[in-house]
T-cell receptor, first 114, second 113 residues
């Protein structure tokens, strides 16, 4: 158990809908990262927050947004969902703001868009 | 464009053998190269990582070899065990150019007893 929690575990929704994925980092970790894992795109970095501020941005679509709250939990919002958004979404956390700090991954949220 | 190219896609090794997974990159700004291990139904977990100022790093049965001039790095798993059967991802990041993080496409390793 990495200490990172993600909810929900599974999510099934229809195209055009909006969903929110939630992540609670390990105690003491200030950074939260979001990743998407799909069969055709592999594992992709989406976005990083550090102590409430956006720190780095990867291949995140404009339909997706994220935020980190004062208690350091984070939410990833996915809107206008398309079939291609079906994937595993992982959250990871680390104590520092640089990628060289060890990242601890949560169990993931499996999103299915029908 | 794939920033980090990983091979092979899959690998089958006998128990006790050496597993070797290779990665190559183009961006010379990358300054941190981790390897992740992922079991089915789980998130990736950091296995071992290296910076470009060293050519090799060893942790137990796992070794990273790094060739800066060739822009290649590889993971060697010595005395491979069935419990090592998992998907392995190499990755690269740069703290100097927008703080990006890129994964390879993954290698599915099966260790046969």
């Amino acid at each position: 158990d990495s200490g990172v929690t993600q909810t929900p575990k599974h999510l099934i929704t229809a195209t055009g809908q909006r969903v929110t994925l939630r992540c609670s980092p390990r105690s003491g970790d200030l950074s939260v990262y979001w990743y998407q894992q799909s069969l055709d795109q592999g594992l992709q970095f989406l976005i990083q927050y550090y102590n409430g501020e956006e720190r780095a941005k990867g291949n995140i679509l404009e339909r997706f947004s994220a935020q980190q709250f004062p208690d350091l939990h984070s939410e990833l919002n996915l809107s206008s969902l398309e079939l291609g958004d079906s994937a595993l979404y992982f959250c990871a956390s680390s104590v520092g703001g640089d990628f060289s700090y060890e990242q601890y991954f949560g169990p993931g949220t499996r999103l299915t868009v029908t | 464009q794939q920033q980090v190219k990983q091979s092979p896609q899959s690998l089958i090794v006998q128990k006790g053998g050496i597993s070797i997974i290779n990665c190559a990159y183009e961006n010379t700004a990358f300054d941190y190269f981790p390897w992740y291990q992922q079991f089915p139904g789980k998130g990736p977990a950091l296995l071992i990582a290296i910076r470009p100022d060293v050519s090799e790093k060893k942790e137990g049965r796992f070794t990273i070899s790094f060739n800066k001039s060739a822009k290649q790095f590889s993971l060697h798993i010595m005395d491979s065990q069935p419990g090592d059967s998992a998907t392995y991802f190499c990755a690269a990041s740069s703290s100097n150019t927008g703080n990006q993080f890129y994964f390879g496409t993954g290698t599915s390793l099966t260790v046969i007893p």
